[in-house]
Structures are given as structure tokens and as C-alpha cells.
């Protein structure tokens, strides 16, 4: 199984200032890892793809970089909706798995 | 509009058995795999099964092999997930997901809001 490792487990950022969250897999992923957003209350929602492809509708501020075992989400300019708990997650190998996730809140 | 709506959720005693269902909607259902993903209470995201689009191969995690088993009904635009020798770790919420494992891009694009199990005596 293919352990994924988030980093922080919490951020604390302002509006408006960038974040920057990471995600590093046990082994290599290739690019096949997808980012999400999940809101109290709410089901995650997809927000990159392939390491770098922002899904549909996503904002251009998200951005995703990275292959084999370091990614990283980066959020360039932090909007109040965007305070919310982000996952990454492999899907190279099965079983697929999530990393335990980074909270972001506002500083 | 794609639409995926969970049921089936509820209180079962350890032991005891749940079948949870989802009903797809605004899309080609039998052309997709499709997963379950569950999220146990103040914890992360884990991926429970998935299933190719004409059923005929599953994959579970390794927690759950045995005990789950995810099927489909693509006449009935339908999937389920047959939950049986429940334990007190299997309590979560429970969301179906669409996978995009059949094409090159990945990942589950849309999900329900999801069925809650809560397994005690």
C-alpha cells in the first residue's frame, strides 16, 4: 500500500497571502494524484487531477505541481471560501489512498 | 446536471448486516467505474471499493475484503455496497463517488453528500 504524507497537518494563512501545502508518496505515483477540498458539511470536491489539471470550474488561483513522491497545492492568493481541509490522493496503484489531510485556517 | 445520491444509512448493532445504495443520475452510468470513499467521524477520507463499469472487476481495501461487496445495476442506473460482519471501526459516513479510473485523468469528479453508519450496540 502506498502510504501519502501531507505536511502540515494545519496551516495558518492570511487572506490573501499564498499557501502552500505538500503531499509526499511512499513511493511513486507517476502523476496520477488528484488534490480536494472538503467543507464542514459538505462532500470533497475535486480540484486537481493528474498532479497539475485544474478540474472543472476550479479557480485558476489552485495550482498543483509536482510527480513521483512531492507534490504540492498551491493557493496564490487566499480567499475567505478557500479555508477548508485539503486531501491529496494516489490513484496509480490500487488500494487508492488518502493523505490524512492539512487544514487550512485563517491567521 | 450529474447527480449521485446515497441511502441506506443507519444504526446496526456489531455483527449485524447494512446494504447501502446510490442512485446516478445526468450522466452515462454504464460507462463509468464507480467507487465508494467513507470518512469516519472528525477523521480523513478513506477509499472503501470500486468497481469497473460492466461490474466485472472490483477492488476493496484490505479492512474491508470479505466483509463489503460492491455491485452494480447499470439497467437501474444504480450501485451498492453489501455491508456485512459490521464492526465499531466501519462507523463513518459514507459517500459514492464517480471514478474516472477509465480515462486518463483521474479522480472522483463528483460525489453524493453521503449515507451515515454508525455500528453500536
Known amino acids: 500500500e502506498i502510504v501519502m504524507t501531507q505536511s502540515p497537518a494545519t496551516l495558518s494563512v492570511s487572506p490573501g497571502e499564498r499557501a502552500t501545502l505538500s503531499c509526499r508518496a511512499s513511493?511513486?505515483?507517476?502523476?496520477?494524484l488528484a488534490w480536494y477540498q472538503e467543507k464542514p458539511g459538505q462532500a470533497p470536491r475535486l480540484l486537481i487531477y493528474?498532479?497539475?489539471t485544474r478540474a472543472t470550474g476550479i479557480p485558476a488561483r489552485f495550482s498543483g505541481s509536482g510527480s513521483g513522491t512531492e507534490f504540492t497545492l498551491t493557493i496564490s492568493s487566499l480567499q475567505s471560501e478557500d479555508f477548508a481541509v485539503y486531501y491529496c490522493?494516489?490513484?496509480?496503484?490500487?488500494?487508492?489512498?488518502f493523505g490524512q489531510g492539512t487544514k487550512l485556517e485563517i491567521k | 446536471e450529474v447527480q449521485v445520491v446515497e441511502s441506506g444509512g443507519g444504526l446496526v448493532q456489531p455483527g449485524g448486516s447494512l446494504r447501502l445504495s446510490c442512485a446516478a443520475s445526468?450522466?452515462?452510468?454504464?460507462?463509468?467505474?464507480m467507487s465508494w470513499v467513507r470518512q469516519a467521524p472528525g477523521k480523513g477520507l478513506e477509499w472503501v471499493a470500486s468497481?469497473?463499469?460492466?461490474?466485472?472487476?472490483?477492488y476493496y481495501v484490505d479492512s474491508v475484503k470479505g466483509r463489503f461487496t460492491i455491485s452494480r445495476d447499470n439497467a437501474k442506473n444504480s450501485l451498492f455496497l453489501q455491508m456485512n460482519s459490521l464492526r465499531a471501526e466501519d462507523t463513518a459516513v459514507y459517500y459514492c463517488?464517480?471514478?474516472?479510473?477509465?480515462?486518463?485523468?483521474?479522480?472522483?469528479?463528483?460525489w453524493g453528500q453521503g449515507t451515515l453508519v454508525t455500528v453500536s450496540s
Open positions: 445526468g450522466f452515462t452510468f454504464r460507462s463509468w467505474w
Open positions: 493528474g498532479a497539475s
Open positions: 463517488a464517480r471514478d474516472r479510473a477509465a480515462s486518463d485523468e483521474g479522480g472522483f469528479d463528483y
Open positions: 468497481i469497473m463499469p460492466d461490474g466485472s472487476e472490483k
Open positions: 513511493q511513486s505515483v507517476s502523476s496520477n
Open positions: 490522493q494516489q490513484y496509480n496503484n490500487w488500494p487508492y489512498t
